[in-house]
């Protein structure tokens, strides 16, 4: 299947601090990618929409300007956490969709996300 | 808003044994996934059921989609510990984002 790249797989950082976590789609064009957050034993919650070119789909009760995305080629996308808190750790996890396969959603490995 | 329901939650099965797992779903879709998650990993894909009446198996697993009754069932036959994971079901409708049902924590125990 087609496969999506994510990076890092793990980061620590001090609270105040920016994180930036990359999405690449290796062997596919991905003109929408998705981010999702995942919080210990619980389902995946849609975060936003990311549109190559164009400016993301944040869901009701994501801040945009905490969560900063950027998709500005059709290989990658990228989540920014800004001035991180201990609440923003998390099991981050992009994924984009192949539509030359059915349309399935190919999840990245997810990003690890610890704030101290 | 759509929502999707999944039981139960929680599954301990002894191996050997079968169960089903329970996909519901409120508004119309022409597509259903089922994903494996094991412990501070991605998820993995196991099935992508596009029609109702689609049934697809791999090894001892098997998915079944009724999109009339808004319904995807997830057949687990004579488990082994190897299947141990949370098993997600999602429904994407429309090409759309996909939304996930809570998961079901799988324990197969000797």
């Known amino acids: 299947g087609a496969v999506v790249s ?3 797989s793990r980061v620590i950082c001090k609270s105040g ?7 690449r789609s290796l ?18 919650m849609l975060m936003a929409t990311s549109n190559e070119g164009s ?3 944040y869901e009701q009760g994501v801040e945009k300007d905490k969560f900063l995305i950027n998709h500005a080629s059709l290989t990658l996308s990228t ?9 923003d750790s998390s099991f981050y996890i992009c994924s984009a969709r192949d539509f030359d396969v059915t349309g399935e959603l190919f999840f990245g490995e997810g990003s690890r996300l610890t704030v101290l | 808003e ?9 599954l301990s099965m002894q191996e050997g044994k079968n169960y089903t797992i329970y996909c519901n779903y409120s508004t119309t879709s022409d597509r259903l996934y089922w994903y494996r998650q094991d412990p501070g990993k ?5 099935f992508v059921l596009l029609s109702n009446g689609a049934v697809k198996q791999e090894g001892r697993l098997m998915a079944s989609l009724d999109t009339k009754a808004r319904l995807s069932t997830l057949h687990i036959t004579a488990a082994v510990h190897d299947l141990s994971a949370t098993y997600f079901c999602a429904v994407g409708p429309n090409n759309n984002d996909m939304r996930f049902g809570a ?7 000797p």
């Open chain 1, 55 to 57: 400016k993301a789909t």
């Open chain 1, 79 to 87: 989540l920014t956490v800004t001035s991180a808190h201990p609440e």
């Open chain 1, 6 to 8: 994510q990076h890092p």
């Open chain 2, 42 to 46: 991605s998820l993995e894909s196991l």
């Open chain 1, 27 to 44: 062997d596919f064009q991905a003109t929408t990618m998705f981010w999702y957050r995942q919080f210990p034993k619980q389902s995946l």
């Open chain 2, 2 to 10: 759509l929502k999707v329901e999944q039981n139960p939650l929680f």
């Open chain 1, 17 to 23: 601090t920016s994180v930036k976590i990359e999405c």
């Open chain 2, 103 to 109: 998961g079901t924590r799988l324990t197969v125990k």
